[in-house]
């Protein structure tokens, strides 16, 4: 299949193209609002949000996305879950990266806003430096724009906190730091910000390159990254799995905070692992590690195709466990959980661990799981084939033809339940695109959650999808035009 064919229309080949149109078509879909379906696919765009504590990068994040869900507080230095979220501005999606929230007094908070900025920059494609127009440019704002200056990439200037023309003035006078015209904000009340965003479009690449799969020598090695919360094991893991056998070991181009990638040999084939570990290295403050490791954790995945995640057998599963598991579902990596320490089990906890499975971690039950432990070696074999499964899921493709007869006896078998009236059906479906599977249903009216779950679980049982997390969106017909 030819790239051009890739780009026009997801991942179906021509013929299976030209029959889906016809079908749309015969629904009383609209042609130019399927397309759009069946692309974008593939990485997108990072912005980076970066200032200091206290300017609204977190309003701002919430007003990009269109919802709350960074967290806001008055106070400087709340920590918060997650640090990367999607958002969409006329018709195009990239990635917010919120750099910001906490602050840390004992080391001097520039040194702290400096390294949080630095890491965020490092992953963006462009970069919104968000300034409090009210308070002017301070010594850690210039600290930051010499950074930025340094990591060469695109920058817009946000004057945030302008709540009317009077403190307009006050936004003029930031050209003064040379980044450019400042665009005046105001994040709490939504003032100015379709002006910036129109801005960071023009700033921002249609899609960054894909840093795995097409751009890699066909049979190149597979992309692994090994992630869990701090201490769980992870460096040992990677010193067991390398062994003796280590082919190359080689520090990745930039700053000391790299994580190493390690060229490793398992089972007969060369691995490269993107290793997470050492989130800690550096940050011997632990009110600021969770973000740290929040943000590592987010740039591995980045460049990974399958995420292990390594989780502490011994203990109870931590909320820091889900939230990493998340992470990677969200990111659309396969996935493998892996329990370390497993050779300190005994009975009653086995028995226990299993109870915590079912009740935390029933959003992945088709993870595949591997009990080992890092110290011992113990299991290690079992590593590769959980990798390879969730990898094959991953790739899976089902055509077109075969998923329309399955949907239409799964209809016909369990409709949809009737709400107000009225019962929605699905129509046909295709799958747009593979790691992740990624699946567009067309239906007479809106689907429930519930419902949508039950289809995802279903095609799991008929057609496998083992380790991978799917991706189903579903497209409602207009009210039907008479034919």
Sequence with gaps: MSNDTTAQHGELGDAEYAEFMALAAEEGFDASEIDADLDGHGPLPVLAIVGRPNVGKSTLVNRIIGRREAVVEDRPGV????????????????????????????????????????????????VLFVVDATVGATDTDDALIKLIRRAGKPVVLCANKVDGPSTEAEAAYLWSLGLGEPFPVSALHGRGSGDLLDA????LPEAPPQLFGEGQAPGGPRRVALIGRPNVGKSSLLNKVAGEDRVVVNELAGTTRDPVDEMIELGGKTWKFIDTAGIRR???????ADFYASLRTSAALDKAEVAVVLVDASETLAEQDTRIISMAVEAGRAVVIAYNKWD?????????????????????????RVNVSAKTGRHMEKL????ETALAGWETRIPTARLNAFLGELVAAHPHPIRGGKQPRVLFGTQAGTRPPRFVLFASGFLEAGYRRFIERRLREEFGFEGTPISISVRVREKRKKK
């Design 79 to 126: 920590t918060r879950d997650r640090v990367s979220y999607e958002a969409m501005w006329a018709g195009r999606r990239f990635k917010v990266l919120d750099t910001g929230g906490w602050e840390i007094d004992v080391l001097g908070i520039d040194a702290m806003v400096a390294g949080q900025a630095e890491l965020g920059i490092e992953q963006a494609d462009a």
């Design 200 to 203: 960071v479009l023009k700033v």
């Design 282 to 288: 550096r940050v011997h403050l632990t009110s600021g």
């Design 344 to 368: 300190q089990l005994d009975e009653e906890r086995r028995f226990y661990l299993e109870r915590e499975i079912e009740r935390d971690l029933v959003q992945v039950q088709w993870a595949p």
């Design 384 to 387: 590769v084939p959980a990798i």
